[in-house]
Structures are given as structure tokens and as C-alpha cells.
T-cell receptor, first 112, second 111 residues
Framework: DAGITQSPRHKVTETGTPVTLRCHQTENHRYMYWYRQDPGHGLRLIHYSYGVKDTDKGEVSDGYSVSRSKTEDFLLTLESATSSQTSVYFC???????????FGPGTRLTVL | GENVEQHPSTLSVQEGDSAVIKCTYSDSASNYFPWYKQELGKRPQLIIDIRSNVGEKKDQRIAVTLNKTAKHFSLHITETQPEDSAVYFCAAFLNTDKLIFGTGTRLQVFP
């Protein structure tokens, strides 16, 4: 597996609390992505980054924000978690953009 | 918006038979089409990909075909084995640095 990790791997939280998920890579890849995976929906892009401090929205960005202050770290924040954000979250990296994406191990988030 | 449709959502085959999964895409500018395999509880992993300047690509028992005119591409697995059982995702790369994934096909190979 490419050098990509996610933390935490599992989290249970309550509605209304803030949550931050971290993606860390050691491959020096320029592009980083956050997806959520839900039954029947496949992988849906939340936000992505094309460089340090350069980010853009994906198809399901409402309720999520991201930050990338270093090449190796990409943070996903749920400012006020809702039950609809219960999901498995995957981070991915690539370089170039139109090449293979390598996925992290995933984070299972449950919002009660 | 751009989307990728994938069919079937589930597929059951006998060991040794072939399996075919089909995808269609909406953005005619898409130029890269990867296929990912995801085993239960694991991360998606690339198994094969194709670019728009190629019509077919093979890797042992796996092949992908692309019809740019019709905007569809397919995954073919021959001589299926129980370890091929997994969820398979197709995807299309947009010229906005994004991959759009299909909704997945759950393949079950029975011994």
C-alpha cells in the first residue's frame, strides 16, 4: 500500500459536535481527495486539494470543510456533525491528477 | 452534472464463467477510466485502467474495453475464481481533476 494513513480509524460522536479527520501521506503526491462511501452510492467526492492551501469542492461538500497547510496532511472537518454524515470516509492521493488514486484505509464515523 | 452509471448492481456467476460489468459516462471530455476492486472491509484498489486513445486493454484474466462514441466502457473477467468476489467500481476522470465513480457492482463467484 502507498504511504497513506488516516486517523482516527473509528469514531463515534454525537450530533452537533465538531469532528476532524486526518489524512497523512509520505508519497509527496500533489493531489489529495476526501470521499465518503455509503451503500448504494459508491464513492462520492467531498473536497479535494491540488496543492498546499489549494482546495475545491466535490459533489457532496455541504457540511464539510478542509484544510491543507502541508503537502503531507489533508484535514476534513465536520463543523457540527449530523446523523446523515454517518459514513465511511476515504482519503486518496494521486500525482498526476489523471492517474491512479491510492486510497487510505478509511475512517468509520458514526454520528448518534 | 457529470455522472457515471454502472450495471448491474449485483452479479452472481459460477466459478470458471466470465463476468461483465458495464459503465456509461456523460462527459465527452473524460479521458481516463480506472476500475477499482474493493474487498469487504478493505480500501478500493486499482485493478486496471484505460485511456481514451486506446480501445482495449488486457491484464491476464481482466480486460477493459472503451467505446468513446457511445461513451461506455466495460470490465471483463474471464475464468472467474472465488477470490474475484468483491465490489467493483468504475470511474471516469473529468478535466477538472476529479474522478466520478459509479455506484458499484457486487460480484459473487460460487465454487
Amino acid at each position: 500500500d502507498a504511504g497513506i494513513t488516516q486517523s482516527p480509524r473509528h469514531k463515534v460522536t454525537e450530533t452537533g459536535t465538531p469532528v476532524t479527520l486526518r489524512c497523512h501521506q509520505t508519497e509527496n503526491h500533489r493531489y489529495m481527495y476526501w470521499y465518503r462511501q455509503d451503500p448504494g452510492h459508491g464513492l462520492r467526492l467531498i473536497h479535494y486539494s491540488y496543492g498546499v492551501k489549494d482546495t475545491d469542492k466535490g459533489e457532496v461538500s455541504d457540511g464539510y470543510s478542509v484544510s491543507r497547510s502541508k503537502t503531507e496532511d489533508f484535514l476534513l472537518t465536520l463543523e457540527s456533525a449530523t446523523s446523515s454524515q454517518t459514513s465511511v470516509y476515504f482519503c486518496a492521493i494521486s500525482d498526476p491528477a489523471g492517474g491512479e488514486q491510492f486510497f487510505g484505509p478509511g475512517t468509520r464515523l458514526t454520528v448518534l | 452534472g457529470e455522472n457515471v452509471e454502472q450495471h448491474p448492481s449485483t452479479l452472481s456467476v459460477q466459478e470458471g464463467d466470465s463476468a461483465v460489468i458495464k459503465c456509461t459516462y456523460s462527459d465527452s471530455a473524460s479521458n481516463y477510466f480506472p476500475w477499482y476492486k474493493q474487498e469487504l472491509g478493505k480500501r478500493p484498489q486499482l485493478i486496471i485502467d484505460i485511456r481514451s486513445n486506446v480501445g482495449e486493454k488486457k491484464d491476464q484474466r481482466i480486460a477493459v474495453t472503451l467505446n468513446k462514441t457511445a461513451k461506455h466502457f466495460s470490465l471483463h473477467i474471464t475464468e472467474t475464481q472465488p477470490e474475484d468476489s468483491a465490489v467493483y467500481f468504475c470511474a471516469a476522470f473529468l478535466n477538472t481533476d476529479k474522478l466520478i465513480f459509479g455506484t458499484g457492482t457486487r460480484l459473487q463467484v460460487f465454487p
